[in-house]
């Protein structure tokens, strides 16, 4: 329990150090907005269900997505 307490502690000091390091303070996820090379690219892609018990991915009646 206390190696856990340990662990989590340098942990963080070290995502402090990495964030200054890197002047990501004032970065914030969900400010960020996706790149349009990505949305572009995203959207050619078809959704596929993957069945997590076997391993496998599952036939689809998903079409591609268009916008």
Not at 12 to 22: P, Q
């Amino acid at each position: 329990m206390e190696c856990a307490v340990i662990f989590l502690e340098l942990w963080k000091k070290y995502l402090e150090i990495i964030t200054h390091h890197w002047d990501m303070t004032s970065f914030d996820t969900l400010e960020e907005h996706p790149r349009p090379e990505y949305l572009a690219k995203l959207s050619t892609l078809k959704k596929r269900k993957v069945n997590l018990l076997q391993g496998f991915l599952q036939k689809s009646q998903w079409s591609p997505v268009t916008q």
